[in-house]
């Protein structure tokens, strides 16, 4: 007679909870936000008004247009340090064709094209050819603004008001600019890029595995190569927007562009060495930036003073985010998780 063996006991996978879901680092930068915010609203009765809020998105939208592109390629172990020369660049060709008569539709085209065209240089040179990213982006960013300056020799160039693209820096919707708005668009469009498709997928294994991304049949070249397009694009829209803002273009706009682009990224949590990237930090990462530019300009502080505080205020913000896990550990402690799992059986 034979001895039926009992049934192996079921073990169920722990799903996480929200909290250990969460990313510390992005917490960490909301709670940096919400305190900027209190600080600034106390300081400056001017700072909480909608006509300020309303003119802060303005000046965040750029930064964020370019930052959420800038999100893929950190995201996949790279750097792009030439767009604020895209920017400039892409300024200048909108303003020098608009001068020349040439129809707003086409200049439109023609910006994003150019855009478009710089960041398959970036993409196909350090992708295809195993130049690192940084040397690459190095020298493009002396090579895109040397052009914009030759093309103009350093005289900024107008932009008739009447003209439509002009009129797209004065446009407004429901009391915010036009490129608040697009920077929404933008961000949307990168969210769903980055958590919903298979693109955002490969995005996020080749920063954190890409040997095992490649030997999974995923050409990670061309996704790399498309990173650093969609940054080159990003900067192109940016640089139309620069100029139809201003009503000129200048090879000498967007100076140390990229320097705030990448703290933005960084800062909202995205692994500067890739393999993590949030759209929402980015999202609070150019926030921050910009209230902390637009509080202190409130106050009255010294433009001489203001790039010093602003420097350590980043510094201080990028500190706490590279200690979100420790702090979030210390929160958890605190709220008395750490008991509970004390108490759990081993």
């Known amino acids: 007679m034979s001895v ?8 169920r996978a722990e799903t996480p909870g929200l909290w250990e879901r969460a990313n510390k680092a992005t917490l960490a930068m909301l709670g940096v936000t919400v305190v900027l915010f209190a600080v600034f609203g106390i300081a400056s009765g001017n700072f909480l008004t909608f006509d300020n809020l309303s003119n802060l998105a303005t000046q965040v939208a ?33 303003a020098e064709m608009l001068q020349a008569g040439w129809d707003s539709s086409i200049v439109i085209v ?63 919707f429901l009391g915010f600019s036009a ?60 640089g139309l927007l620069t100029a139809a803002r201003l009503g000129s ?17 960084v800062l909202g949590g995205t692994d500067l060495f890739g393999g993590r990237g949030t759209m929402t930090g980015t999202v609070i990462g150019a926030v921050i930036t910009g209230v902390i530019a637009n509080g202190l300009t409130l ?9 010093i505080v602003t420097g350590l205020v980043l510094l201080a913000a990028i500190w706490l985010n590279l200690r979100g896990n420790g702090l979030a550990a210390l929160g958890a402690h605190l709220m008395g998780r750490g008991r509970d799992r004390a108490k759990e059986p081993a």
Not at 118 to 135: D, E, K, T
Not at 148 to 171: C, H, M, N
Not at 184 to 212: C, D, H, M, W
Not at 257 to 265: M, N, P, R, Y
């Open 4 to 11: 039926q063996a009992p049934p192996a006991p079921t073990v």
């Open 62 to 94: 750029i930064t964020l247009i370019v930052a959420v592109a800038m999100t893929f390629v950190i995201t996949t172990g790279q750097i792009d340090l030439s767009v604020g020369s895209t920017v400039a660049f892409v300024a200048v060709l909108t």
């Open 110 to 172: 023609a910006a994003l094209a150019a855009g478009l065209f710089w960041g398959a240089v970036n993409g196909y040179l350090s992708a295809y050819h195993r130049i690192p990213p940084f040397i690459v982006t190095l020298a493009t960013m002396s090579v895109i603004r040397g052009l914009a300056q030759l093309w103009t020799e350093g005289f900024s160039v107008p932009i008739d008001a009447r003209l439509y693209v002009a009129k797209i820096g004065r446009a407004e």
């Open 179 to 238: 490129l608040a708005w697009i920077a929404l668009g933008a961000v949307v469009i990168g969210a769903v890029l980055l958590s919903k498709t298979r693109f955002g997928n490969y995005v996020n294994g080749i920063g954190s595995q890409e040997e095992s991304v490649r030997r999974a049949g995923v050409n990670t070249d061309r996704i790399k190569m498309v990173a650093l397009m969609l940054t080159g694009l990003a900067a192109g829209i940016a």
């Open 249 to 265: 273009g200048s090879a000498n706009s967007a100076q140390a562009f990229e320097l705030t682009v990448i703290a933005a990224v």
């Open 299 to 307: 106050l009255g502080v010294s433009p001489f003073l203001t790039p």
